[in-house]
């Protein structure tokens, strides 16, 4: 039996709707390609320098573009990271607030990961004046295992995989098309602080790509400058602390603490962070289209406080308000 076959019409048909879904297909494809990631990790969520079972130390994943960016990198980043699907070989640069160690203490483990693995070109890590001394610090611990090397020979030098930049207020670093800029706040600025004495600064930053924009605090009290860095920004990502919650805490688990050590814990907790209450003034008087809460400076876990810091935040904003755990994402999409 002859088998049957396509008429030249038929087969024109075929081949004009092959070409059309194809067309369809890359006009997809096109309008993907023309609205770069631009997407926030909150890869440890905790706040303050003691550990949790529930929250890692504090550090975040900027995914711009083609850029992989770490903000402030915590102990634990390099394994949270690798939760949240990526590898340190991916993380090109390092922007940290502050030199405080639970912000910083897992640069090394980034930056060391990636040298032993020689995955290629160099980490940069931005950061107030210190952070050439933080990284040199780093970059002098791997001096023993660079003689030791790993078993495939001797690695590359460190000091030509590790580089610093230090950053002054108000400094703007473009990466591409990403802008970043960092201004200083008053997290450092207590009544005979060591850290204002010295001259120490600690930065919040805007990431801004096209016409998209993530301000994070890092660690602040209430500050007219971060809330003018934060103007119309599409994405807040601040810290908070509960006061009286962390001040009963430490009264219980400290009875030798007098009156004035706890009367120092409130001036520092009330100067050096903020409420949710004040949250919630920054959000509204930036205009942020969306808030998230992160660096979370409670007693307990999350969810017995959480309520009360959303209900909180809600007295003086009425934009999208997010409690973040460890590996939530939120994705900033194109407006057109």
Same mark, same amino acid.
């Given at each position: 039996m002859k088998k049957p076959s396509l008429s030249k019409t038929s087969l024109g048909l075929l081949l004009i709707m092959a070409a059309q879904i194809g067309t369809a297909n890359l006009a997809v494809a096109q309008n993907v390609s023309s609205c770069p990631v631009f997407r926030w990790t909150t890869l440890g969520t905790a706040g303050g320098p003691i550990p949790t079972y529930e929250r890692s130390q504090p550090s975040n994943l900027l995914e711009a573009a083609d850029?992989? !960016?770490? #903000?402030?990198?915590?102990?634990?980043?390099?394994?949270?990271? %690798?939760? %949240?699907? $990526?590898?340190?070989?991916?993380?090109? $640069?390092? &922007? !940290?607030?502050? @030199?405080?160690?639970?912000?910083?203490?897992?640069?090394?483990? #980034?930056? =060391? @990961?990636?040298?032993?693995?020689?995955?290629?070109?160099? !980490?940069?890590?931005? =950061? *107030? *004046?210190?952070?050439?001394?933080? #990284?040199?610090?780093? #970059?002098?611990?791997?001096?023993? *295992? %660079?003689?030791?090397? &790993?078993?495939f020979g001797l690695p590359s030098k460190p000091e030509d995989r590790i580089k610093s930049v230090e950053l002054t207020d108000g400094q703007v670093v473009e990466l591409g098309d990403l802008k970043i800029k960092a201004v200083a706040n008053n997290h450092h600025d207590g009544p005979g602080d060591m850290a204002k004495k010295i001259g120490a600064l600690a930065f919040s930053y805007r990431f801004d790509m096209d016409d998209r924009s993530i301000t994070y605090t890092g660690d602040t009290g209430p500050d007219a400058r971060v809330t003018a860095l934060a103007k119309d920004s599409d994405l807040l990502v601040s810290e908070v602390i509960e006061v009286d919650q962390m001040i009963g805490m430490i009264a219980e688990q400290r *009875?030798?603490?007098?009156?004035?050590?706890?009367g120092a814990a409130r001036m520092h907790f009330t100067t050096h962070h903020v409420t949710p209450e004040e949250v919630g003034k920054m959000a509204k008087q930036a205009a942020a289209k969306r808030t998230v809460l992160t660096h979370y400076v409670i007693p307990g876990e999350l969810g017995k406080s959480a309520q009360s810091l959303y209900d909180k935040v809600r007295k003086n904003y009425t934009g999208d308000v997010d409690l973040a755990r460890d590996l939530s994402s939120y994705d900033i999409g194109c407006k057109n």
């Open positions: 850029l992989t !960016i770490l #903000v402030d990198s915590g102990d634990a980043t390099a394994g949270q990271l %690798a939760k %949240a699907g $990526h590898s340190v070989g991916e993380v090109q $640069h390092i &922007f !940290i607030s502050h @030199l405080h160690l639970d912000h910083t203490a897992g640069i090394a483990g #980034v930056a =060391g @990961l990636r040298w032993m693995n020689e995955h290629p070109g160099a !980490i940069t890590i931005y =950061g *107030p *004046p210190g952070t050439k001394e933080l #990284v040199d610090g780093i #970059v002098a611990s791997m001096a023993a *295992p %660079a003689r030791i090397g &790993f078993g *009875p030798e603490l007098n009156e004035m050590m706890l």
